[in-house]
Nanobody
Framework: QVQLVESGGGLVQAGDSLRLSCAAS????????MGWFRQAPGKEREFVAA????????YYADSVKGRFTISRDNAKSTVYLQMNSLKPDDTAVYYCAGGPVIGPKQVPSAYNYWGQGTQVTVSS
């Protein structure tokens, strides 16, 4: 079992930046792809970004491309999401996910483990 704990959310103004962190513990983290998803009130959970185990491949939703950057530090078992130029539409609960993802990394069902989520609120 892998435990994922997100942190770094908060209330910011449009145009500000935030960095989310996701710390993994428990069973081995080795080989796992990691992803960030978000869910706004009344909406389905949507893909934000993903990264493969080695960090050599990254994937982004069109809505965040050029503004968000996903990275990982395997020595610290931690994944990050740097969010710049935040917009009110980015307001959501952000979830970290991980697992031995074989297929498309944009699909929530591909991940075995999920964090509890961290709230990001962007005011206009």
């Amino acid at each position: 079992q892998v435990q994922l704990v997100e942190s770094g959310g908060g209330l910011v103004q449009a145009g500000d930046s935030l960095r989310l962190s996701c710390a993994a513990s428990g069973r081995t983290f080795i080989g796992y792809a990691m992803g960030w998803f978000r869910q706004a009130p009344g909406k389905e959970r949507e893909f934000v970004a993903a990264i493969n185990w080695s960090g050599t491949m990254t994937y982004y939703a069109d809505s965040v491309k050029g503004r968000f950057t996903i990275s990982r530090d395997n020595a610290k078992s931690t994944v990050y999401l740097q969010m710049n130029s935040l917009k009110p539409d980015d307001t959501a609960v952000y979830y970290c996910a991980g697992g031995p993802v074989i297929g498309p990394k944009q699909v929530p069902s591909a991940y075995n483990y999920w964090g509890q989520g961290t709230q990001v609120t962007v005011s206009s």
